[in-house]
């Protein structure tokens, strides 16, 4: 997206090279990478990355509203509701497809939202693979409110750690080492010193929790949690000591509840120019004419699943729960990185953290996706070359 930057990238690149830099990725990190890293960053030019913080800004607006808690309670499902005091979003994550404007310029589209930890350690450190295999000017960086990479690490360190020492915080998983995802977890160890643990190890003793680490028992104090509801659904005879929704003597970082509230939920409350029309489905009085410009959604599913690109009103009706939906408006993904041999198009997700005392998130790096397919997402780019997770670079 910015010529002179993809010109230099793509005239250096080559298959050979980009499997040296997959093949450093696994020296450093042995078979910790589990998803496809793209062939290349994206290069944001300054009115796009300008137009991603104002529709940030306009979110975060949203979620500082004195009723956001009241408008959504009905997202945290009863039996999913962890107790203790939420606190504020530590993580918030607004996932974007880059777009063309009418007037021809590309801007942002919200598609998907979370108060929910992302990739941090992987998306900071992975900008400086890229650098080492090919040609990335200083005119372009991944960090937007801090400084760079060793700020970024610091700051992530004070928020997950607090006050207590590294071994007595740990990054939640279920099963951590089978995640596609465990190649953060390895750098979250590497840079802020918090092992994953998986929740079936995890002991409890009245209201405090521990861990066992080189035949000890350690009392966890926080957590930097990473478990998603979802997925625990998929194992309706897990066996733990401890469940979620216990109430203990820990810190949340973040609370589990913000991962309902900053959701799909929350779409429909949203408004803007880079904020595609969404509605309750069962709020709807009538169905919008041009249903097939709309793409139907659950409201209590995630990383894609139950997503239905192609809907009709006799769908719609089908459906006894109707309150568990919401129709987005879609939107059309503009085709805007040049690969070898095409345009692919991208998607560009900002990561947040709000550390206690802050007036206002701070946007600290992002995460960008790129796809051939009609989604973005692995089934939708199977076999296919300059797909998958990758940085965004911005203009300074």
């Known amino acids: 997206m910015i010529p002179e930057h993809r010109q230099r990238y793509n005239a250096a690149f080559s298959p050979a090279r980009y499997h040296e830099m997959l093949a ?19 290069f944001v030019p300054a009115v796009l990355r300008d137009k991603l913080i104002a529709a940030g800004k306009n979110i975060i607006e949203v979620i500082q509203r004195p009723d956001f808690a ?13 107790p203790g005091p939420e606190g504020r979003p530590e993580f918030l994550t607004f996932d974007f497809a880059v ?5 021809g310029e590309l801007e942002p589209q919200l598609i998907e939202m979370q108060g929910f930890p ?24 991944p960090f937007l409110e801090v400084s760079g990479f060793e700020a970024y690490q610091e700051q992530m360190r004070q928020l997950i750690l607090g006050k207590e020492a590294a071994e007595n915080v740990i990054l939640l998983e279920l099963f951590p ?21 998986c929740l079936t190890k995890i002991q409890k003793k009245g209201r405090e929790l521990f861990y066992e680490k080189d035949g000890k028992q350690i009392q966890i104090k926080r957590i930097y949690n990473r478990i998603i509801f979802d997925e625990l659904a998929r194992y309706p005879d897990l066996k733990t000591e401890f469940t979620l929704t216990d109430d203990v003597d ?12 900053i959701s799909k939920y929350t779409l429909p409350l949203l ?46 009706d089908a459906l006894t729960d109707k309150h568990n939906y919401l129709l987005q408006r879609k939107v059309t993904y503009e085709p805007v990185v040049q690969s070898p041999d095409g ?32 989604m973005i997402g692995v089934d939708f780019n199977k076999d296919k070359d300059w797909v998958g997770g990758t940085s965004p670079l911005f203009e300074r």
């Open 24 to 42: 450093d990725i696994e020296r450093q990190l042995p078979g910790q990478l589990d998803f496809r890293v793209a062939e290349t960053p994206v």
């Open 70 to 82: 009241a408008l959504t309670e009905a997202a945290i499902p009863a039996h999913q509701r962890v």
């Open 99 to 103: 777009c063309r404007h009418a007037n």
């Open 118 to 141: 992302s990739l941090y350690a992987f998306q900071s450190w992975l900008p400086g693979e890229f650098s080492r295999f090919f040609p990335i000017a200083d005119s372009v960086t």
């Open 177 to 197: 080492e089978k995640q596609k995802t465990r190649i953060d977890f390895a750098l979250s160890k590497k840079f802020w010193g918090i092992g994953a643990v």
């Open 250 to 261: 820990v810190t949340w970082v973040g609370h589990p509840n913000w991962f309902f509230r």
């Open 271 to 316: 408004h803007g120019p880079f904020v595609p029309p969404s509605y309750y489905l069962h709020e709807l009085a009538e169905y919008p004419e041009n249903l097939e410009n709309y793409v139907l959604k659950p409201l209590f599913s995630f990383a894609g699943a139950g997503v239905r690109l192609h809907v009709t009103a006799a769908d719609l």
């Open 343 to 374: 345009l692919v198009k991208c998607e560009i997700r900002l990561l947040y953290i709000w550390p206690a005392g802050e007036a206002q998130p701070k946007l600290l790096t992002g995460l960008s996706r790129l796809s051939r397919g009609e």
